[in-house]
């Protein structure tokens, strides 16, 4: 049972970190009045989500346990530059507006889980004392 829950605080992060990227897609599309698909979604947030991945790789390799600062910033780079690149390799363009937002929007996300998690967990280490 130690080794499941072990995995899941593991895994959890990057769930969270692929959620928003959904999100991401999904508010994005809404918001061009875009067709809320699963397929028009996939078409919109493959790119980040395989960037996103990519930098859960990163993440992997730097031996990090994804809660962090260092994993929001290498994940939220990783995912804005990787997401870019794939989606014009892909014939989508990367107008500057939406790169602005895509930039803002996935660091709030990222960072902001974070920061709330940590906030959380000092509150409640305060509150057993």
Same mark, same amino acid.
């Given at each position: 049972m130690g080794d499941i829950v072990a995995a899941m605080v593991r895994i959890l992060p990057a769930v969270i970190d692929l959620v928003f990227v959904v999100l991401f897609a999904v508010v994005g599309r809404a918001s061009h009045a875009e067709g809320l698909t699963? &397929? /028009?979604?996939?078409?919109?947030g493959w790119p980040f989500l395989v960037a996103c991945l990519a930098?859960?790789?990163?993440v992997n390799l730097l031996a990090d346990?994804?809660?962090g600062?260092?994993?929001?910033?290498?994940?939220?780079?990783?995912?804005?530059?990787g997401g870019m690149g794939l989606r014009i390799? &892909? /014939?989508?363009?990367?107008e500057p507006a939406f790169v602005i937002v895509a930039t803002l929007v996935l660091f709030s996300s990222f960072f902001g889980w974070r920061l709330v998690a940590r906030l959380m967990?000092?509150?409640k280490a305060a509150a057993t004392h």
């Open positions: 699963p &397929a /028009g979604i996939a078409q919109t930098g859960w790789i990163v346990n994804g809660y600062p260092r994993a929001a910033l290498v994940i939220w780079l990783v995912t804005v530059l390799v &892909a /014939g989508n363009t990367a967990r000092g509150r």
